[in-house]
């Protein structure tokens, strides 16, 4: 933990604002993810002007109204004559501010029209809305199944080094077997046997119960390695000596030493969990329309007309980045820090 | 000797473990293909029961296990419900599709990444090695999906490149030299993102093992000897960083089948990835187990071709 703290620090402090970001995403989003708009399928982001045509400077960011070409469905045309200014803080739809706090402030908006940031989708649905929205499952799932797994992994591998003996040996080569197989194919060979058509949040359980048990193998391993040899320390062998029970001796002095093994793991965890749910949703085995996820987001991109006409669809890849960038970075520097500190030994 | 029997016969238990843990996983899973065909008035229940005995679907798990293994004993890895036919020969023409993608993008990863990493360690914190490693680390936090994506949305727009499938519209009738010709324009995009998305592993994995052998004794005190530097670089120091890399290979044969699922699926290559898509789509329980047992063989054989190499490359291993 000596090696960096500064940057360790910026990246926790990254990390933290992009949460936090899509935590507060009814504040943030202008619309309903889930409102369709019949009249505006396929509309294109809305520049941000400053300048209008004749060149006057307004210190009011402003967009120009977009109007449906003759007989087009989806080509639309900047109304120059019609401004639509930003407004900051308008009250708008109704949402939850973290799942319970009701309110209708939002970041931003305008009062005729509605303003479509990073364009809509086919049902005519704010894509930026969505993605933010879609960010809060995706990301849930993720840091749930990590969790998942990590508490799966942490019993079974404290268990299992600390008891040795028989639980030791079935559960690791268990854990030999679940590694064996490759992990996308076991993932969707599950899913292929749960069922399919049900309503988001049972959806979202299945996707989060199945990757976070499928992945207990490797944190089992690795916490399993730190209990092997925090069992030989003086004091724990102290502690036995005084009568401490097994219940005992595996809270107070056996986990506290797996914290390090841990804290990587779920760093190395969370965006891989966070893309197994995207891989799933954009297949359609993960979470259903109309639930925004960033999979099922992407997941009309399989249609070749989306595809060539349509580019801002594919904007919510480009929202994962940020996340897996600084998920990334924290891996590699607590890593960094435990070789470090393995040298100090 | 006594090593390599070792480690085949662990293999061997291991895929055998597979095998079962995936059965029990569907044993216990509810559903199946003829559920939905229940709901379809033109069945009668009858016929629906007569189906599922045919199928040995009603039998009891250790009877359905048997019968599988027997099928597999004949070649036939169980029956596909919606195919009607058997399941080996179905998965060995979209395995060999697969292959083909991934063989080829294997190779093409590692004939990179290793001249790059050795050089990027050679030249660490100079430009090279900035450019590597920043290109590397720029790709590691793009995920596959979103390159896949990204390559194919350049594709369509400029038109270079045939966006879907394996050969054009009418390609039978062209000579041999064409259909070659149009199966590799077919192939760019696909072996492109997962060269890329291979890359940046692969590279900082070559770099740091070298970086790590160049610090070694033996290898100072060749250079003291005045030996040529990229004969340094390549034959000893490289061969002394090999261990890891040969493992990091195993892996790479490993993923051979299972590795290209999802860039498959995103430019609709007609591979393993999308029809076991289909199959789970569609409940076609041995299609299913037989997809994922056949990527499982890969895997444990790629463990199984790191150790035999690992016992040829490191004489350690050997005086064991």
Request: glycine share 8%.
């Amino acid at each position: 933990m000596k090696i960096a703290p500064r940057r360790q620090r910026l990246i926790v402090t990254l990390l933290v604002l992009l949460h936090g970001i899509v935590l507060v995403g009814g504040f943030v989003a202008p619309y309903d993810p889930i409102r369709q708009d019949r009249d505006r399928p396929y509309a294109p982001p809305a520049r941000i002007h400053f300048a209008d045509g004749p060149g006057k400077f307004h210190l009011r960011p402003f967009v120009y109204s977009q109007r449906l070409r003759e007989d087009s469905f989806d080509q639309y045309d900047d109304d120059h004559a019609k401004l639509i200014p930003l407004k900051f803080f308008v009250s708008g739809a109704s949402y939850r501010l973290l799942g319970v706090i009701p309110a209708k402030i939002h970041l931003f908006g305008a009062d005729e029209e509605t303003v479509n940031l990073l364009g809509t989708d086919g049902y005519g649905r704010d894509l930026f809305s969505r993605i933010v929205y879609g960010g809060q499952i995706s990301l849930l799932a993720g840091l749930l199944a990590a969790g998942v797994s990590l508490l799966v992994g942490t019993i079974v591998g404290s268990a299992s080094g600390y008891l040795g003996g028989w639980t030791d040996s079935i559960a690791m080569r268990l854990a030999e077997l679940c590694l064996a197989l490759p992990w996308l194919y076991l993932l969707f060979g599950v899913r292929a046997f749960l069922p399919l058509l049900v309503s988001p949040v049972k959806a979202f359980l299945i996707v989060v119960i199945t990757i976070g048990v499928l992945g207990w193998a490797r944190p089992a391993r690795l916490v399993r390695g730190v209990a092997l040899s925090a069992k030989e320390r003086d004091f724990v062998r102290a502690a036995r000596g005084f009568g401490a029970s097994n219940s005992y001796i595996l809270r107070r002095h056996i986990l506290p030493q797996t914290k390090s093994v841990i804290l990587t793991q779920a760093a190395i965890l969370i965006p891989q969990y966070i893309l197994a749910e995207v891989t799933l949703s954009f297949l359609g085995l993960g979470i259903p329309e109309p639930a925004p996820s960033w999979g099922n987001l992407l997941s009309s991109l399989q249609q070749y007309s989306v595809l060539s006409s349509y580019w801002w669809m594919y904007l919510p890849a480009m929202a994962m980045v940020p996340f897996f960038f600084g998920y990334l970075a924290l891996s590699s520097t607590l890593q960094e820090g435990r070789s470090a500190a393995k040298i100090d030994l | 000797m006594r090593y390599l029997l070792r480690r085949f016969l662990h293999a061997a238990l291991l895929l055998a473990g597979a095998s079962v843990l995936a059965f029990l996983f569907t044993s216990l899973a509810p559903g199946n293909y003829f559920d939905e065909m229940r709901l379809n008035p033109q069945i009668s229940s009858e016929t629906l029961a007569a189906l599922k005995a045919h199928y040995d679907i009603d039998k009891p798990f250790a009877v359905r296990y048997a019968v599988w293994l027997k099928s597999l004993a004949r070649g036939e890895m169980g029956y596909s419900f919606a195919y009607n036919a058997p399941v080996a020969p179905l998965l060995a023409v979209r395995a060999r599709n697969t292959l083909l993608l991934t063989i080829t993008s294997t190779l093409l990863a590692w004939c990179i990444a290793l001249p790059l990493g050795v050089w990027s360690a050679r030249y660490s914190g100079r430009w090279v090695d900035r450019v590597a490693t920043g290109a590397s680390a720029f790709l590691l936090v793009i995920p596959d999906i979103a390159l896949g994506l990204g390559l194919l949305i350049f594709a369509v727009r400029t038109r270079w490149l045939p966006t879907g499938g394996m050969v054009s519209v009418g390609s039978e009738g062209m000579p041999f030299a064409a259909q070659l010709w149009d199966l590799l324009r077919h192939m760019i995009l696909p072996v492109a993102i997962l060269v890329l998305g291979a890359q940046p592993i692969l590279v900082r994995h070559v770099r740091s093992a070298v970086a790590e052998a160049q610090e070694e004794g033996f290898v100072r005190a060749a250079a003291a000897h005045g030996i040529q530097r990229r004969r340094l670089l390549w034959r000893y120091a490289l061969r002394a960083a090999a261990n890891p890399l040969i493992s990091l290979f195993g892996f790479s044969i490993g993923a051979l089948l299972s590795g290209s699922l999802l860039v498959e699926v995103i430019t609709s290559w007609p591979g393993l990835g999308p029809f076991l898509l289909e199959a789970i789509l569609a409940r076609d329980l041995y299609v299913v187990i037989g997809g994922v047992l056949l990527s499982t063989v890969f895997l444990v054989a790629g463990n199984f071709i790191a150790d035999v190499l690992l016992f040829w490359a490191d004489p350690r291993i050997r005086t064991e």
